[in-house]
């Protein structure tokens, strides 16, 4: 098992940053890929950004250029930072953690709102 806890989200003006931290406690060592995933209201989860245990990062197209994951195999923290945040980027975000055996695992969510 692989718990999870989310801090950082909150409430920013458009074109304003914030940074979103993850941290992985249990187990650890089966942990691959730690990433982000936001869901706003009426839509379906979507990626952000994933980094594997390598640090490759992948985004979705939504947020590239503007947000940058990154991550600490020694703290076990996935970090998003965001930065030139604007209302679509609304929405609750998950920290998610696959593991070498392809278990998913989610964190309760934190909420980031956007105002115009």
């Known amino acids: 098992q692989v718990q999870l806890v989310e801090s950082g989200g909150g409430l920013v003006q458009a074109g304003g940053s914030l940074r979103l931290s993850c941290a992985a406690s249990?187990?650890?060592?089966?942990?691959?890929?730690m990433g982000w995933y936001r869901q706003a209201p009426g839509k379906q989860r979507e990626l952000v950004a994933i980094i594997t245990s390598g640090g490759v990062p992948n985004y979705g197209d939504s947020v590239k250029g503007r947000f940058t994951i990154s991550r600490d195999n020694v703290k076990n923290t996935v970090d998003l930072q965001m930065n030139i945040l604007n209302p679509e980027d609304t929405a609750v975000y998950f920290c998610?953690?696959?593991?070498?055996?392809?278990?998913?695992?989610w964190g309760q969510g934190t909420q980031v709102t956007v105002s115009s």
């Open positions: 249990g187990s650890i060592c089966s942990i691959n890929v």
């Open positions: 998610n953690v696959i593991t070498f055996r392809k278990t998913v695992f």
